[in-house]
């Protein structure tokens, strides 16, 4: 133990820490400053932790305390505060360079030393200070104009208030700033970690760790007697099925069997302290049965493999898609290319980690189970776990999350939390460390996929067939959903007259897929866009042209048969057409050693609103004429809260400080349906239209407008809509029907740059055109965009998941500050029909044409084609020698 003196955001303090204690603990528990962030196991790899120590930037996960006697600590909290925020956390609200929030605050202490040292960094000085900051929403570059803006307002070239805009200007179609990114910017949001439960216990989970093993036994009568430690549960202590998933419940909360996937959780030990909780946990003994592992689909349906789910065959799911006769117009067409594509193993990588906490409200038989975490589908979930621990009475509340894309579709940490609180009787906190965090959540779903697709002389699609095996790892999650998605959007934004097609969903003992930001399309799309490529090359046409005849027209239907009334597409593509002639002609200009320039177009008519889908959104006039919104609308970065926002202040005629939210609660609010899918604008947006059509019409009957009008006549304040999508979907034998409510469309064109001596690609620029019907918040979209091209560029160059290996942010390589490049996006507005003021989503959307668009890119400038995911280095010098 030593004594440390030191101030922190200008206070002093005398603390008292062992050796071992680092900042970001003594900010974090001991001072209750919980801006500063923790995403990577304290390795140095994230930077949310950055705070500024004597001017100087540090890594507080890294500083120990007793190194910083006298030192002076800056924290964003002492930076500025929601009330009177500092310039930089200003210039970052307004730039739109707040999603989710949790790399936020490490990003403004590095802005902040960056700064005082140079009041006017240019684009690489910035990006050499914020190196060592990760951000998975944004793409970055709005990042790096917070920081030239926050500059401009530092050296007093610009005020805040002449971007703060006009208080009377419209509400739709304009880039108000979000509701939250204020508190985000000051360290004042609460994330699940930062949620402080008085007496609560830590948790840890003992994980098996075998890819495929039955459980023999579990010994932990040492483990219960060592210091701290409060119990142990397993799965003898779950009272109801013990059993989650989304599509099916085939996931156990604790495993008492057979365990299909490495990292299985076996058992649960609570104490004082984290590390009694691990220490614990290590010492509780676990006799394991090896068994075989089924490393792909392959294995798992060869003849004689072992069912991973007893009853249920390892070819889990499949479904076919039939329009017209697919054969019949390849073996007749002018021309046909074949090929097998790969998508690989993906994590969503959210920077947060995957904690949540839970306890219990009341006694006996009548208490609540509470239960904090970063759920994106609340009301599902608290009825899932109701199920799984048979304790009927549930309340989920979700926090700020820092990030998903659609990885909080399942459950994970809070099934956990929830159990051991339930048991203990006592309250919980789980925060596991990220390498736990990537062992227990979903993963993009690989696709293998064999293509033909063929053309008529003149170079119009004949037709495609297109057979895929998913592979589903360990647990059903959303599998065959996944498949009818890819099924659902199979010929993009084309008009294929025939297509036939096959998706098989197959368990292996990998990790298991789920939601992952377009889960199926993106795959899918990867196949059919670079086959375009391969045929447009083979009838002798340029990509661009090839594509623009092929548009499918109103009238003409998609691969599920649906006709399509509306189809922005084609608007989209032709909006390109200069940006295209400009970067090919500069691509062909380009000539530097062994650097090669290359252009290449991808493009997705992405569909949103599955069939039967349903949101429910209530909304009250306010005494003070203001109106609330009561949703379980979850927004980790989208910006649904600016969208609702903004919808009901333009419905209502109101300031939008006048439009209170109350979101995310089961007790409060009522059930908007899953935040994933890009369907909140376009499902829950119009329930909150219908809601406020229904007051309007309540005040309209009584003849005035205001609560005490409505009160006076005895109606109610509060009106609750909701909707249901009407349309049944596929025909389960064809894969015929309607599959969708409504499609957001675009194209992307993808600049890039390859070294032909070491294969290396640099991304220059993309570009997309995007119509998602009405633009609510043009920053909103565009900064979707960003992101989504951003995580597009991960998948298509370096993003891969390896079991065993991934387990941190050096052993997961997503796109970084270094490997930014220019965007552009343009919006174009053509209204959708049943879109809340004709608006529809446009989340997913963003990456499914990236990846697609860099390959043909890389082709085009080094002659090189990658159909395996994703094109590394090593892949395209290989593709060079090969030639
Ligand atoms: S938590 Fe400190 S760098 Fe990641
Ligand atoms: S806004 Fe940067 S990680 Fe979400």
């Given at each position: 133990?030593r004594?440390?003196?030191?101030?922190?955001?200008?206070?002093?303090?005398?603390?008292?820490?062992?050796?071992?204690?680092?900042?970001?603990?003594?900010?974090?528990?001991?001072?209750?400053?919980?801006?500063?962030?923790?995403?990577?196991?304290?390795k140095?790899?994230?930077?949310?932790?950055?705070?500024?120590?004597?001017?100087?930037?540090?890594?507080?996960?890294?500083?120990?305390?007793?190194?910083?006697?006298?030192?002076?600590?800056?924290?964003?909290?002492?930076?500025?505060?929601?009330?009177?925020?500092?310039?930089?956390?200003?210039?970052?609200?307004?730039?739109?360079?707040?999603?989710?929030?949790?790399?936020?605050?490490?990003?403004?202490?590095?802005?902040?030393?960056?700064?005082?040292g140079?009041?006017?960094?240019?684009?690489?000085e910035?990006?050499?200070?914020?190196?060592?900051?990760?951000?998975?929403?944004?793409?970055?570059?709005?990042?790096?104009?917070?920081?030239?803006?926050?500059?401009?307002?530092l050296?007093?070239?610009a005020?805040?208030?002449?971007?703060?805009?006009?208080?009377?200007?419209?509400?739709?179609?304009?880039?108000?700033?979000?509701?939250?990114?204020?508190?985000?910017?000051?360290?004042?949001?609460?994330?699940?970690?930062?949620?402080?439960?008085?007496?609560?216990?830590?948790?840890?989970?003992?994980?098996?760790?075998?890819?495929?093993?039955?459980?023999?036994?579990i010994?932990?009568?040492?483990?219960?007697?060592?210091?701290?430690?409060?119990?142990?549960?397993?799965?003898?202590?779950?009272?109801?099925?013990?059993?989650?998933?989304?599509?099916?419940?085939?996931?156990?909360?604790?495993?008492?069997?057979?365990?299909?996937?490495?990292g299985?959780?076996?058992?649960?030990?609570?104490?004082?302290?984290?590390?009694?909780?691990q220490?614990?946990?290590?010492?509780?003994r676990?006799?394991?049965?090896?068994?075989?592992?089924?490393?792909?689909?392959?294995?798992?349906?060869?003849?004689?493999?072992?069912?991973?789910?007893?009853?249920?065959?390892?070819?889990?799911?499949?479904?076919?898609?039939?329009?017209?006769?697919?054969?019949?117009?390849?073996?007749?067409?002018?021309a046909?290319?074949?090929g097998?594509?790969?998508?690989?193993?993906?994590?969503?990588?959210?920077?947060?980690?995957?904690?949540?906490?839970?306890?219990?409200?009341?006694?006996?038989?009548?208490?609540?189970?509470?239960?904090?975490?970063?759920?994106?589908?609340?009301?599902?979930?608290?009825?899932?776990?109701?199920?799984?621990?048979?304790?009927?009475?549930?309340?989920?509340?979700?926090?700020?999350?820092?990030?998903q894309?659609?990885?909080?579709?399942?459950?994970?940490?809070?099934g956990?939390?929830?159990?051991?609180?339930?048991?203990?009787?006592?309250?919980?906190?789980?925060?596991?460390?990220?390498?736990?965090?990537?062992?227990?959540?979903?993963?993009?779903?690989?696709?293998?996929?064999?293509?033909?697709?063929?053309?008529?002389?003149k170079?119009?699609?004949?037709?495609?067939?297109?057979?895929?095996?998913?592979?589903?790892?360990?647990?059903?999650?959303?599998?065959?959903?996944?498949?009818?998605?890819?099924?659902?959007?199979?010929?993009?934004?084309?008009?294929?007259?025939?297509?036939?097609?096959?998706?098989?969903?197959?368990?292996?003992?990998?990790?298991?897929?789920?939601?992952a930001?377009?889960?199926?399309?993106?795959?899918?799309?990867?196949?059919?866009e670079?086959?375009?490529?391969?045929?447009?090359?083979?009838?002798?046409?340029?990509p661009?042209?090839?594509?623009?005849?092929?548009?499918?027209?109103?009238?003409?239907?998609?691969?599920?048969?649906?006709?399509?009334?509306?189809?922005?597409?084609?608007?989209?593509?032709?909006?390109?057409?200069?940006?295209?002639?400009?970067?090919?002609?500069?691509?062909?200009?380009?000539?530097?050693?062994?650097?090669?320039?290359?252009?290449?177009?991808?493009?997705?008519?992405?569909?949103?609103?599955?069939?039967?889908?349903?949101?429910?959104?209530?909304?009250?006039?306010?005494?003070?004429?203001?109106?609330?919104?009561?949703?379980?609308?979850?927004?980790?970065?989208?910006?649904?809260?600016?969208?609702?926002?903004?919808?009901?202040?333009?419905?209502?005629?109101?300031?939008?400080?006048?439009?209170?939210?109350?979101?995310?609660?089961?007790?409060?609010?009522?059930?908007?349906?899953?935040?994933?899918?890009?369907?909140?604008?376009?499902m829950?947006?119009?329930?909150?239209a219908?809601?406020?059509?229904?007051?309007?019409?309540?005040?309209?009957?009584?003849?005035?407008?205001?609560?005490?009008?409505?009160?006076?006549?005895?109606?109610?304040?509060?009106?609750?809509?909701?909707?249901?999508?009407p349309?049944?979907?596929?025909?389960p034998?064809?894969?015929?029907?309607?599959?969708?409510?409504?499609?957001?469309?675009?194209?992307?064109?993808?600049?890039?740059?390859?070294?032909?001596?070491?294969?290396?690609?640099r991304?220059?620029?993309?570009?997309?055109?995007?119509?998602?019907?009405?633009?609510?918040?043009?920053?909103?979209?565009?900064?979707?965009?960003?992101?989504?091209?951003?995580?597009?560029?991960?998948?298509?160059?370096?993003?891969?998941?390896?079991h065993?290996?991934?387990v941190?942010?050096?052993?997961?390589?997503?796109?970084?500050?270094?490997?930014?490049?220019d965007?552009?996006?343009?919006?174009?507005?053509?209204p959708?029909?049943?879109?809340?003021?004709?608006?529809?989503?446009?989340?997913?959307?963003?990456?499914?044409?990236?990846?697609?668009?860099?390959?043909?890119?890389?082709?085009?400038?080094?002659?090189?084609?990658?159909?395996?995911?994703?094109?590394?280095?090593?892949?395209?010098?290989?593709?060079?020698?090969?030639?």
């Amino acid at each position: 133990m030593r004594s440390v003196n030191l101030k922190v955001n200008g206070i002093s303090h005398q603390f008292v820490v062992d050796e071992e204690r680092v900042l970001l603990d003594l900010l974090r528990e001991d001072l209750r400053l919980t801006g500063a962030k923790q995403s990577c196991d304290r390795k140095g790899q994230c930077g949310a932790c950055t705070v500024i120590v004597n001017g100087k930037t540090v890594r507080s996960c890294l500083t120990k305390v007793g190194t910083l006697e006298g030192a002076e600590i800056l924290t964003v909290e002492g930076l500025g505060t929601p009330d009177n925020p500092h310039l930089i956390q200003e210039a970052f609200v307004l730039a739109g360079a707040i999603q989710c929030g949790y790399c936020t605050p490490g990003l403004i202490m590095s802005t902040k030393a960056l700064l005082d040292g140079n009041p006017n960094p240019d684009r690489k000085e910035i990006k050499g200070a914020l190196k060592r900051n990760l951000c998975r929403c944004t793409g970055y570059q709005r990042i790096i104009e917070a920081v030239e803006l926050a500059g401009r307002f530092l050296r007093g070239e610009a005020k805040p208030g002449d971007l703060q805009g006009d208080a009377n200007a419209a509400q739709i179609g304009v880039s108000h700033t979000r509701p939250w990114s204020l508190l985000k910017a000051c360290g004042a949001a609460e994330f699940s970690a930062d949620i402080r439960v008085p007496g609560a216990l830590e948790l840890a989970v003992v994980r098996s760790p075998h890819h495929h093993a039955r459980l023999k036994g579990i010994d932990y009568q040492d483990a219960q007697k060592m210091p701290g430690v409060v119990g142990v549960m397993t799965a003898k202590d779950i009272k109801g099925t013990n059993s989650i998933g989304v599509a099916a419940q085939d996931q156990p909360l604790l495993c008492d069997d057979v365990l299909p996937a490495l990292g299985a959780a076996v058992a649960i030990v609570a104490a004082r302290t984290k590390k009694e909780a691990q220490a614990a946990a290590e010492a509780v003994r676990v006799e394991y049965e090896v068994l075989p592992r089924m490393k792909t689909p392959e294995e798992a349906v060869a003849e004689g493999a072992p069912e991973i789910h007893p009853g249920t065959p390892n070819l889990c799911h499949s479904r076919r898609q039939i329009k017209g006769d697919a054969d019949a117009a390849l073996d007749s067409s002018a021309a046909v290319v074949s090929g097998e594509f790969y998508s690989q193993l993906i994590h969503q990588a959210p920077l947060e980690p995957e904690a949540a906490v839970a306890y219990m409200e009341g006694e006996g038989e009548d208490a609540q189970l509470v239960v904090i975490g970063r759920s994106i589908w609340i009301h599902f979930h608290a009825q899932v776990l109701q199920n799984a621990l048979g304790w009927g009475n549930i309340r989920y509340q979700e926090a700020f999350t820092g990030g998903q894309f659609g990885i909080k579709v399942d459950i994970t940490s809070e099934g956990i939390a929830a159990a051991a609180a339930l048991h203990f009787h006592q309250p919980v906190r789980y925060i596991p460390s990220l390498k736990e965090s990537l062992l227990m959540t979903t993963k993009r779903h690989p696709f293998r996929m064999q293509v033909r697709l063929g053309a008529d002389a003149k170079g119009k699609l004949t037709g495609l067939a297109m057979d895929f095996t998913v592979e589903n790892g360990a647990y059903m999650s959303i599998g065959p959903e996944v498949i009818n998605r890819a099924l659902g959007m199979l010929s993009g934004g084309y008009n294929i007259p025939n297509v036939q097609a096959e998706g098989k969903l197959v368990y292996t003992n990998n990790a298991w897929g789920g939601a992952a930001r377009g889960a199926g399309p993106p795959q899918a799309n990867f196949a059919l866009e670079s086959a375009m490529d391969l045929l447009a090359a083979k009838v002798g046409m340029d990509p661009y042209e090839f594509r623009r005849i092929n548009v499918l027209q109103p009238g003409q239907s998609v691969s599920s048969g649906y006709v399509a009334e509306e189809w922005a597409f084609n608007a989209c593509l032709e909006r390109l057409k200069p940006e295209y002639e400009r970067a090919v002609q500069d691509a062909r200009n380009f000539k530097s050693g062994s650097l090669r320039r290359g252009v290449g177009l991808a493009g997705s008519s992405f569909g949103i609103g599955d069939p039967g889908d349903t949101s429910h959104v209530a909304v009250e006039l306010d005494p003070d004429g203001g109106l609330t919104v009561y949703c379980s609308v979850a927004d980790p970065g989208e910006g649904n809260d600016a969208m609702l926002v903004q919808i009901a202040a333009h419905l209502m005629d109101l300031p939008r400080n006048k439009i209170r939210l109350v979101t995310r609660d089961t007790e409060k609010t009522p059930d908007s349906g899953v935040s994933a899918g890009s369907r909140q604008t376009y499902m829950s947006g119009r329930s909150m239209a219908m809601a406020i059509e229904a007051l309007k019409s309540a005040l309209k009957e009584v003849g005035g407008d205001t609560h005490a009008d409505l009160v006076k006549a005895g109606k109610p304040t509060r009106y609750l809509a909701g909707h249901t999508l009407p349309h049944t979907g596929m025909d389960p034998e064809t894969g015929q029907g309607q599959v969708w409510g409504s499609f957001c469309h675009g194209v992307q064109m993808a600049e890039v740059e390859v070294d032909m001596e070491t294969g290396e690609v640099r991304i220059l620029k993309m570009t997309a055109v995007v119509d998602p019907g009405t633009v609510i918040n043009p920053v909103a979209v565009a900064s979707q965009l960003e992101g989504g091209m951003d995580m597009g560029a991960g998948m298509a160059l370096r993003e891969e998941y390896v079991h065993g290996e991934t387990v941190d942010w050096a052993t997961y390589k997503f796109p970084t500050m270094n490997t930014t490049f220019d965007m552009e996006t343009i919006l174009l507005e053509s209204p959708r029909k049943d879109g809340p003021l004709g608006a529809t989503g446009v989340g997913e959307f963003t990456l499914v044409p990236t990846h697609p668009a860099i390959i043909n890119a890389i082709d085009n400038a080094a002659g090189v084609r990658i159909c395996e995911l994703p094109a590394t280095p090593a892949k395209i010098l290989a593709g060079l020698k090969a030639d």
